[in-house]
């Protein structure tokens, strides 16, 4: 049997890949990655149309696809999360379709249940054998996990692998199987290195974020789940990133042995690993270097699924286990829901990723965020997008003060107790817009460029179009 | 209080504005390009309007662009600029 293929034109070919169908892809290459924009030119020059594209992620390196869309090669986009460029361009409202937003764990929930079927899933695998088992963890395009890349690989009709490095069979220690795997087409590079992974990922020096940093990690310590056994998710920003410095810190100083660190994993999780912080690590995607490197070289290091991270249609997930998740946001509005899909002036510029996932999962959700920046205040009446719903969401933490959700009677009373400065959600806000003046609300467009699915795969909010420029 | 030349205050750093000033005969002419023109916009040109008036500004053309400024900073880099173009600093 031979699976190896001379050409991506030639896969798509024998995939049969025809108008009308779905293609995937895994965004573990990030803004590095080349496979997406090659299958889509090469499925442009077939003449194929009308395609939906169904990828984890998208970034600004995936530019081109707004050329497809113009040209009709692509009529329906599905995505996690969309960067700033290239979500400019769809608030503008280039696709008759509205963009559909899932979350990383909604995403292979709904590939699972067949709701979202894929006709043929393009995986970049930077190692591979001739037969399709496959990993992200060797070669010179590693990017550590391939967990976004499950339920492509296991619930495609049809599955192609893209590879620059292609071993002598079998690769061992592979991340997908050959039995899952139709065509393996060798290339000259799946992404460019240097937007894969960040060289390092750096703690902020600006004093307001390491105020709000250290106020995280006091609520954290003052919340009651910080003992052994203690499990923990952070954002690769920086406040995030020193919040769990100043965590890390505080387990050591007490001895607390935490079971597990969560998601996205940076070096500085990889440092809470070594440090005895958490005994394993569940990555579902490696944010830097240091975390490629230990999810390469330490088995306490454990590539997890998206399904295993967040689904909500698995039997159980990750995040169902999980204490504290450290979440960022562009707005939070009284009550609690979040924002993470829009920018100030109403653009597309993210999206969920595993934020609903983690807050819904957690026992302990906490956002935290400036009072304002450049001006606008971070508490508004209601968020632009409602990307997590309020329910999820148990704590804000500003430099300003820490504002509960009033749910959370028993969080609010353990943080007053340890001497806290416990604000209310609506003082925080009018103290906010004493600074920074009350901002005019944003006109709304009349066009509904996306849908936003939740946690719970129901629909729960709606993303217009911007006008004017 | 006469603009006699071209001077400039701040930079286009976030949460900062930058303003020019230059003579202009006659005619007191505004330019506001600002990140946070939907929210803010009309309170902005307010308070450049007002500084200059405090300073008695009449034949002048300001620009500012500002990148999301508190209303002190605004007020602070437009005093300036003012100032700088009076050849008082």
């Known amino acids: 049997m031979n699976k190896l293929v001379n050409s991506i034109r030639e896969a798509i070919s024998l995939s049969g890949l025809k108008d009308g169908m779905t293609v995937s892809f895994h965004h573990h290459l990030r803004n590095g990655d080349y496979v997406l924009n090659m299958v889509m030119d090469e499925i442009a020059n077939m003449g194929i149309k009308d395609l939906t594209v169904n990828a984890s992620s998208l970034f600004d390196t995936h530019m081109p696809l707004v050329g497809h869309i113009k040209n009709g090669v692509v009529t329906t986009v599905m995505t996690d999360y969309i960067a700033a460029g290239l979500g400019r361009e769809f608030s503008r409202g280039i696709m008759k379709n509205p963009i559909q937003f899932r979350t990383h764990g909604g995403r292979p929930a709904d590939i699972a249940l067949g709701k979202t079927p894929i006709d043929v899933a393009f995986i970049?695998?930077?190692?591979?054998?001739?037969?399709?088992?496959?990993?992200?963890?060797?070669?010179?395009?590693?990017?550590?996990?391939?967990?976004?890349?499950?339920?492509?690989?296991?619930?495609?009709?049809?599955v192609v692998v893209i590879t620059d490095n292609l071993v002598s069979y079998p690769l061992e220690d592979w991340s997908i199987s050959e039995d899952y795997v139709d065509f393996v087409?060798?290339?000259?590079?799946?992404?460019?290195?240097?937007?894969?992974?960040?060289?390092?990922?750096?703690?902020?020096?600006?004093?307001?974020?390491?105020?709000?940093?250290?106020?995280?990690?006091?609520?954290?310590?003052?919340?009651?789940?910080?003992?052994?056994?203690?499990?923990?998710?952070?954002?690769?920003?920086?406040?995030?990133?020193?919040?769990?410095?100043?965590?890390?810190?505080?387990?050591?100083?007490?001895?607390?042995?935490?079971?597990?660190?969560?998601?996205?994993?940076?070096?500085?999780?990889?440092?809470?690993?070594?440090?005895?912080?958490?005994?394993?690590?569940?990555?579902?995607?490696?944010?830097?270097?240091?975390?490629?490197?230990?999810?390469?070289?330490?088995?306490?290091?454990?590539?997890?699924?998206?399904?295993?991270?967040?689904?909500?249609?698995?039997?159980?997930?990750?995040?169902?286990?999980?204490?504290?998740?450290?979440?960022?946001?562009t707005e939070i509005d009284t009550d609690f829901n979040v924002n993470v899909h829009t920018d100030s002036n109403g653009y597309i510029m993210g999206g969920s990723g595993g934020h609903s996932d983690t807050a819904a999962g957690s026992k302990l959700s906490m956002i935290i965020a400036p009072m304002f920046r450049a001006r606008l205040p971070i508490v508004t009446d209601r968020v632009n997008c409602i990307s997590t719903p309020g329910k999820d969401i148990d704590v804000l933490v500003t430099q300003g003060g820490i504002a509960v959700n009033p749910k959370n009677i028993e969080l609010k009373n353990n943080l007053i107790a340890a001497g806290l400065n416990v604000v209310d959600i609506h003082d925080l806000k009018e103290k906010t817009e004493r600074i920074t003046g009350k901002p005019h609300r944003l006109p709304k467009g009349d066009k509904i460029v996306a849908e936003v699915i939740g946690h719970d795969l129901s629909i729960q909010d709606y993303i217009y179009n911007v006008k004017g420029e | 209080m006469e603009i006699l030349k071209s001077a400039s205050a701040g930079t286009i750093e976030s949460s900062d504005a930058y303003v020019e000033i230059e003579p202009k005969e006659g005619a007191l002419d505004i330019q506001i390009e600002s990140v946070v023109k939907e929210q803010f916009g009309e309170e902005i040109k307010a308070a450049v309007k007002d500084v200059l008036d405090e300073n008695g500004v009449k034949n002048a053309s300001v620009r500012v662009v500002d990148r999301g400024a508190l209303e002190c900073v605004i007020r602070a880099r437009v005093e300036t600029a003012i100032l700088r173009g009076k050849g008082e600093e």
Request: hydrophobic letters at 40%.
């Open chain 1, 185 to 329: 087409v060798t290339v000259d590079a799946v992404g460019d290195p240097k937007g894969i992974v960040s060289g390092t990922t750096k703690i902020t020096r600006d004093p307001v974020g390491l105020v709000m940093a250290q106020n995280a990690a006091k609520v954290i310590e003052a919340s009651g789940l910080l003992k052994d056994g203690f499990s923990f998710q952070t954002g690769a920003g920086g406040a995030s990133l020193a919040a769990a410095k100043f965590l890390k810190d505080i387990m050591l100083r007490k001895g607390i042995q935490g079971s597990f660190g969560l998601g996205g994993i940076t070096g500085y999780m990889v440092d809470m690993l070594r440090s005895g912080c958490f005994q394993k690590l569940m990555d579902v995607q490696c944010f830097d270097l240091g975390a490629v490197e230990s999810i390469r070289t330490d088995s306490r290091h454990q590539e997890i699924s998206a399904m295993h991270y967040a689904s909500p249609a698995a039997k159980s997930a990750v995040v169902d286990s999980l204490d504290v998740v450290i979440l960022g946001a």
């Open chain 1, 124 to 158: 970049a695998a930077p190692a591979s054998d001739s037969m399709g088992n496959c990993s992200g963890k060797y070669g010179k395009s590693a990017c550590g996990s391939l967990g976004y890349a499950y339920a492509d690989a296991m619930h495609a009709k049809k």
